[in-house]
């Protein structure tokens, strides 16, 4: 059974740092990864996917990577923003589509 | 761009009562997913429907079905509520199954609250 857990649970900088978020998985035949944020009450946006088959994905100030032997993937934030306030959840899907999400990290960027 | 549109967006209903969630999947998209988000909690798959047919199911209650249309929207059917079904309901949608990527896209949400 898939296990998703995102450390740490809170974080906190200050502006223009860079962060890295981290996900572990129990479960090495994932088919793919995904990054969400959300902002609190609202729905979830994807950020970042990265098929089994990947290492990587890069979008604008945003990378993320999936190591599979090691159960590992991570999300790195360059130059972070007070806009990019949110909670990042990381999502594990298996060969029917479905996502086995972690508890998220609150990220908060103080200006 | 088209997203996935959940109706409605907010319901309040009492106990024992029942209620119906429907998600419009993007154009072209096929598949629809249901999770479950409570207050401080992750999203829960709850279900999943290929084709108008059940893929998945996860944790969903037996109170509750959902089926898929041929239009490929999707209704979750919640009967008997309970105080603890209140929660963030999320449809998503992705393209076929069968293809690599099952990259989904999350609607805005139905807010259920009981009481």
Request: charge should be neutral.
């Amino acid at each position: 059974k898939q296990e998703v857990t995102q450390i740490p649970a809170a974080l906190s900088v200050p502006e223009g740092e860079n962060l890295v978020l981290n996900c572990s998985f129990t479960d090495s035949a994932i088919y793919n990864l995904q990054w969400f944020r959300q902002d609190p009450g609202k729905g979830l946006t994807s950020l970042l996917l990265i098929q089994s088959s990947q290492r990587e994905q890069t979008s604008g100030r945003l990378n993320a990577s999936l190591d599979k032997s090691s159960g590992r993937s991570t999300l790195y934030i360059a130059a972070s923003q007070p806009g990019d306030s949110a909670t990042y959840l990381c999502a594990g899907g298996g060969n029917t589509g479905k996502l086995i999400f972690g508890q998220g990290t609150t990220l908060q960027v103080k200006p | 761009a088209a997203g996935v549109i959940q109706s409605p967006r907010h319901l309040i209903k009492e106990k024992r009562e029942t209620a119906t969630l429907k998600c419009y999947p993007i154009p072209r998209h096929d598949t629809v997913y249901w999770y479950q988000q409570g207050p401080g909690q992750d999203p829960q798959f709850l279900i999943s429907f290929y084709e108008k047919m059940q893929s998945d199911k996860g944790s969903i209650p037996d109170r509750f079905s959902a089926q898929q249309f041929s239009d490929y929207h999707s209704e979750l059917n919640m009967s008997s509520l309970e105080l603890g079904d209140s929660a963030l309901y999320f449809c998503a949608s992705s393209l076929e199954q069968g293809a690599s990527s099952y990259e989904q896209y999350f609607g805005p949400g139905t807010r259920l609250t009981v009481t």
